[in-house]
């Protein structure tokens, strides 16, 4: 990071993950290139000269599979994707019907939450929020994690000046600072934020609070209308701050805390207390810590965007204090959507269809702190959702990981200054990029581990390519390589385009 006082802070240096069995081969990859070796070398210990006709474009194959790159996946990988998705189809997993298709409970006879793919295992506990209020607590048994989930409003940084904004940025990362200590309970930070339609309940509310009982009645028709037209046309931006909680990193805390979902929802309260200051200091406001059926609702309405407009609806009636019917947010075992189809290279879910992408390249040059507004530029054809996802790391483990990448990368550097190879300019700066994350690990700065997903909604069809190449484009100009979750649209969908803080994968130790 640079800065002065007339320009603003830049920032850059972001390095990728070397998960690759040997140098960025994945484990078949390094599997095939083995084959093409002993393919290679057989007929030369055998001495059969002729075979070599046969054993040469044969091993020239595997080292085109293991190697060749086709939209930044290798033939392996296209494979398996294939073959998990060709299973899924016809084992009908890809296909989701709840609503009127739900089991019941044969003791009950309720029908249970009911969500499809990853989050079928997720659950959304009532917990005390500390404050004589209900806070809602996403709790993953697999993961063994406890996520509460924030609406927060941020005043922005494109229209302030440049130290308001290197002030908001530093405090930002002042707070994910915080979070890189050793055996720190909150294992991930997501913030995520969706531009969607205005549902109008904002101008409705403002109308009626000024509008006078004498107005004459061409005037309130006329204005009527006017509400029709515009407020649908109008786009607004939601975002929320969701952070998880390890029950086993938080063990001792939980058992003083009671023990069970009890005492970590107890713990969770308290890390999330203890945060506020150092929000504030970032230039978040909290508006709320969501309840079950606030959490609820950000699901359904995800799920099925023509929901929106009756939520806003019930919630505005809902704070009528006389107000006696269905309270605010959805039912938490109503959250999922009715029916869902996982394609190829779409997620279809109620009446909206969704295709989702991973950041999988960041900005190689330096760049200001508003570099991805571009992606959150509003789309009257189609829903957008960010979701950036932070791991923080402690400080062992951090410099573990960072002198396992510096360690990886000379070697590589040796192994090509050995055979003769010259180093091009983009190894170069990544060995310079890891010799500075490692200097600045060891003066106090903290790590962590991210990544960036981003969905794009439609609810009619034929808007999805239009809302796909202006999404990609848009990605572009902000300096970002973008990939299509091809065969894991459900699990893409999860994770960006919903605030649960996940989506970030376990690292692979070879």
């Not at 989701?96 to 003791?107: I, K, Q, T, V």
């Not at 969607?196 to 061409?218: C, N």
């Not at 200091?281 to 508006?287: I, N, R």
């Amino acid at each position: 990071m640079s800065s002065t006082a007339e320009q603003p802070s830049t920032y850059g240096g972001w390095q990728a993950e070397r998960m690759g069995v040997i140098g960025n081969l994945s484990g078949p990859g390094s599997a095939l290139v083995a084959a093409a070796a002993i393919v290679a070398l057989a007929p030369i210990y055998q001495r059969s000269w002729s075979t070599l006709l046969i054993s040469l474009p044969l091993s020239a194959l595997l080292l085109v599979l293991a190697y060749g790159r086709v939209l930044g996946l290798t033939a392996d990988e296209w494979l398996l994707l294939a073959v998990r998705h060709q299973i899924s189809v016809a084992t009908k997993k890809n296909l989701f019907l709840s609503g009127a298709f739900a089991p019941r409970n044969p003791a009950t006879g309720e029908q249970p939450m009911d969500l499809p793919g990853p989050l079928a295992r997720l659950r959304i506990l009532d917990a005390a929020d500390g404050q004589g209020g209900r806070l809602g607590v996403v709790y993953d048994p697999t993961a063994n994690t406890y996520t509460a989930v924030a609406r927060v409003l941020s005043p922005g940084l494109a229209l302030v000046d440049n130290e308001r904004q290197n002030a908001r940025v530093g405090g930002w990362a002042t707070f994910l600072r915080a979070q890189c200590k050793e055996d720190s309970p909150i294992v991930r930070i997501a913030v995520h934020q969706r531009s969607l339609p205005d549902d109008g309940a904002a101008l409705r509310a403002f109308t009626a609070r000024h509008t006078v009982p004498e107005a004459p009645l061409v005037a309130k028709e006329s204005l009527a209308e006017l509400m029709q037209s515009a407020g649908p046309a109008a786009t607004i931006r939601e975002t929320y701050l969701a952070l998880a909680l390890s029950a086993s990193r938080a063990r001792l805390a939980i058992k003083g805390a009671g023990g069970g979902q009890i005492g970590a929802a107890a713990v969770l309260v308290r890390e999330l207390n203890a945060m506020h200051g150092s929000l504030s200091s970032a230039g978040l406001q909290v508006q709320e810590w969501l309840a079950p059926r606030r959490v609820a609702q950000v699901i359904r309405a995800a799920y099925d965007p023509h929901s929106q407009l009756e939520f806003a609806d019930r919630n505005a009636a809902a704070r009528d204090a006389d107000w006696q019917g269905t309270p605010a947010g959805v039912d938490p075992d109503l959250a999922g959507p009715a029916a869902a189809e996982t394609g190829w290279g779409v997620y279809r879910h109620d009446g909206a269809y969704t295709v989702s992408y991973q950041v999988r390249n960041w900005p190689q040059s330096q760049v200001f702190a508003t570099f991805m507004q571009p992606l959150l530029r509003p789309r009257q054809n189609a829903r957008r959702s960010l979701s950036l996802v932070y791991e923080p790391l402690g400080p062992s483990v951090a410099r573990r990981d960072l002198a396992k990448e510096k360690t990886k990368r000379d070697a590589a550097r040796r192994v090509r200054a050995k055979t003769g190879r010259a180093e091009s300019e983009d190894e170069r700066r990544e060995a310079v990029t890891a010799r500075e994350q490692d200097r600045a690990r060891a003066s106090g700065h903290g790590v962590a581990r991210f990544t960036g997903l981003i969905a794009v909604t439609v609810t009619d069809y034929e808007q999805m390519a239009t809302a796909c190449a202006e999404l990609e484009a848009d990605a572009s100009a902000a300096g970002l390589e973008v990939r299509r979750m091809w065969g894991g649209m459900n699990a893409g969908f999860a994770a960006a385009a919903l605030p649960l803080a996940i989506g970030l994968p376990e690292r692979r130790i070879f």
